[in-house]
């Protein structure tokens, strides 16, 4: 069942990307960000950690989760750290995403055979 509801959450996430490059003129990095704020916004809030206990990888994955992951850990570091939680909490929320991405980015780069257009 976890299975079941993170596919369908994650798939939500995806359809409403989807439809915003479909029916709208705004570009894919564009709504990259609005998800990463989205994330942010909703977990302020407090609404993205129910989504996130429902529905575990769907909904951790995707940007949104992202965006969490990074309100979470400010909100985390400024109860620990004050002021200066608000600049070193969402690096260090995300510091393994971060990582990961530059580290598989980096991969890719070497298996690649990038050609000029």
Do not use: H
């Not at 976890?2 to 995806?14: S, T, Y």
């Not at 996130?52 to 979470?72: H, I, K, N, Q, S």
Request: proline share 2%; charged share 15%.
């Amino acid at each position: 069942m976890e299975l079941l509801k993170a596919f369908v959450v994650g798939g939500l996430i995806c359809v409403v990307g989807q439809i915003l490059i479909d029916k709208t003129k705004l570009m894919s990095g564009r709504i990259l960000v609005l998800f990463v704020c989205l994330g942010c916004i909703l977990g302020g809030l407090g609404i993205y950690k129910k989504i996130e206990e429902f529905a575990g990888a769907g909904a951790t994955v995707p940007l949104t989760g992202f965006g969490f992951r990074l309100a979470e850990g400010v909100m985390k570091e400024i109860d620990n750290s004050g002021f200066l939680g608000i600049f070193t909490g969402g690096i260090k929320a995300a510091a393994a995403g971060i990582t990961a991405a530059v580290f598989f980015a980096f991969l890719a780069a070497l298996v690649s055979n990038p050609k000029e257009k």
